[in-house]
């Protein structure tokens, strides 16, 4: 008998009726003989109207009290969702992430989980029922408080629940049908991926993608659990991400996918001294500000000001903190001014058949010069090369690059597939 | 430094500014120099609308799910407040039920509070801290399920809370000023209440008088604690509920207040053999299903039949039951036919005067008569007299005795003080 954990999201769960069609799936996969364990996120808009009542009474809530205030909106929908499964005759059992033992570090609001103790929900499983988990929360270890998990916390619960649990599968549905070679409201021929990698994933994830979060991936990776990821909307086949070692390696094609993502700014420290020791000044200002940076290109040193310029890119909603925390150094780094610019997007494209393919990167630049866009900044790794570009101009360049890699849906079976080499 | 234990209810935080009235009064009693506990219940009509979102998904909820949802209602609240006061400059923490060390039986939707831990709330008073508690809910000793202690719940954790933290005084803030000779909306001269024995409290609430339920004011009365009931609207002093040996007992009207209840239903059983054991066996049967009957009336046997007819009150909502059960031991109990009314209302004078002045009773039953209504059953307790009427007629009995016992505001300082003998 498999053990199947499935995630639901808010967006499947927004009222009376969705709830009910989600109690009749989840009925359905334990009828087909599988023991269940369900996540679920807060119904709909259910988090956005607690924030507003949160903002109502203060404007910066203490966040122990704010993930207080949150949780409730798990608590809800787990209650809907059990009752709903015992209407179709089915036993469920609704419990908190502190009851189903997510143990979590102290960080309100953006907690990470360091420990699951599944034990009432092994006991519930064992019983025969099906159980239904709060996404999104758990207790901290130390002051056992309860903590959420930040953006994306649902399917992080998922995953890890899976993993402690040992379960066969973990299923995350959403309103999509799985994940895009491209994010499809730019690219209308975006397909649909049937396999990835989780290495792969993971790098989407990082680079933008916003169907899964990149600490789930990760999670996934490091207790190699397979994800099908797929739409609570339709019985379709979703996306699976799984181990490479079980995917079929040799057919797979060269790039998965091209993320985007315009949540970076570009901070350029201009006029910094060329001597030894400088950047790394500017970057532990950076980090001990907790700011994480991403892309990071230093210019050849102008041969008769002995100056160069810094740029790295960072995420906008640090970037106030960033300039601030520069600007207080300004005197003892030496530099001659700074530039913020948050009119950047970054595209990356991911694939790991670019470690036997060394002629991504050049067919990557070439689709861009030929679609007039400019790179401003280019990093890469094993299987992703990642270039910023004008904000505006980061649709085309998704288009163009998508096209130029035959990912193209109308491309019908000419997916890139091995040994083409470019 | 006084411990004091505040309760607001629902009506009390209707919405973002009713919640920061709250939290301002909450700091305010913090700032005379008071450590504070505060119990709440949930927002204005949260806990209807979660019932209505239960209802859509199940027509018959489990109970366990459902005390899952409701409790969410409280944690919403405790955490809004908790953010008020911060707001304001004040530290608060806020807890569940369960960690409040809330400790009830298993029974789901009607638990009763057997103990309560505070071990966390009393560290939190003792750094300093407001502390927030959520009502209505607690988690069973036996199975650790979250339940909830059913209506009138949220008065009964803080005065639990309040035992078990040694409070000086339990605060009950409510819609209304305090406790009332009668309930205003039926007799608009009645007088609020200064203080009241606990002892007569107790019949009140018993006897349907809504404003503080009755497993509160026992559990009050059992730890010796002094209530305050008051409005969150005003600053007035309300109603103080205090243990008879700390009132003015010399000086104390005969007569507290008149309260009445729509709540019962009068089942007469019609023809019941005279012979010892006969009202056993149907009281039994009754008590089986475990309906609590309140007043009892045996008619004497006519002679000539050996026959007799045995009334009972008990609550509408078990009417059903309690008719179904009869039905079916019909033969063995020998009866002629049932007769259910539940067109019937309560009224209960309560006074612990009523001691040592007899003459209670006739007054009582005068007024009555003289306003042409008549008396169905009749019942006492030494501190009470409760008369069956008509429903229709339960309005104009309350406003006749409650003139009849000089209760009337207009008749300004003419309270029934003791010695009149009537």
């Known amino acids: 008998m498999s053990l199947v954990v499935q995630k639901y999201g808010g967006s499947s769960l927004s009222d009376a009726d969705s709830i009910k069609r989600v109690a009749r799936r989840i009925v359905d996969t334990r009828k087909a003989g599988n023991r269940v364990c369900v996540v679920v996120s807060a119904m709909g808009d259910t988090t956005d109207e607690l924030l507003d009542l949160a903002d109502a009474v203060s404007p910066a809530p203490p966040e122990r009290e704010l993930d207080m205030l949150l949780t409730a909106g798990e608590r809800m929908s787990m209650a809907l969702v059990s009752m709903a499964i015992a209407n179709l005759g089915d036993s469920a059992r609704s419990y908190t992430g502190s009851q189903a033992g997510v143990i979590t ?13 599944p034990g009432r929900i092994q006991a519930a499983l064992d019983k025969g029922h099906i159980v239904i ?4 929360q758990g207790v901290s270890q130390n002051t056992k408080e309860i903590t959420t998990l930040g953006r994306g916390g649902s399917d992080t619960t998922a995953v890890a629940l899976a993993a402690a649990l040992k379960a066969d599968v973990c299923e995350i549905y959403t ?6 070679t491209a994010d499809p409201r730019i690219v209308p021929t975006a397909r649909k991926i049937d396999r ?10 990082a680079s933008g993608a916003k169907v899964l979060m990149l600490r789930c991936v990760e999670y996934a990776r490091r207790f190699n659990l397979p994800i099908h990821v797929r739409s609570s909307f339709s019985h379709r086949e979703g996306t699976w991400v799984l181990d490479p070692t079980e995917g079929e390696t040799v057919e797979a094609p060269i790039i998965a996918g091209v993320a985007h993502d315009r949540s970076e700014a570009k901070l350029t420290v201009v006029g910094v001294k060329d001597s030894p020791g400088q950047a790394a000044e500017i970057f532990n200002a950076v980090a001990a500000a907790e700011i994480n940076i991403d892309m990071i290109v230093q ?17 906008k909603s640090d970037g106030q903190t960033a300039v601030k925390k520069l600007k207080a150094l300004k005197e003892k780094l030496g530099y001659d ?19 036997s393919h060394p002629g991504v990167s050049a067919t990557l630049f070439q689709a861009l010069a030929d679609a007039g866009i400019n790179i401003e900044m280019i990093s890469s790794s094993e299987i992703r090369v990642s270039v910023v570009t004008r904000d505006d101009q980061l649709d085309d360049a998704v288009r163009a690059v998508h096209t130029a890699f035959g990912l193209d849906s109308s491309d019908g079976e000419a997916v890139v597939y091995g040994g083409s080499g470019r």
Do not use: W
Not at 105 to 117: E, F, L, M, N, Y
């Open 133 to 136: 988990v709060a996404g999104f």
């Open 105 to 117: 570090d102290d960080s309100h609001g953006k907690a990470r989980i360091i420990d699951v103790t």
């Open 196 to 205: 990835i990698t989780n290495e792969e994933m993971q790098e989407m994830a």
């Open 299 to 315: 210019n050849v040193s102008a041969a008769d000001t002995g100056k160069t310029d810094v740029s790295f890119t960072l995420p």
């Open 337 to 355: 001014h700074l530039q913020y610019d948050d009119q950047v997007g970054k595209l990356s494209l991911i694939g790991s058949g670019m470690r």
């Open 175 to 180: 309103d999509v049908d799985g994940i895009f």
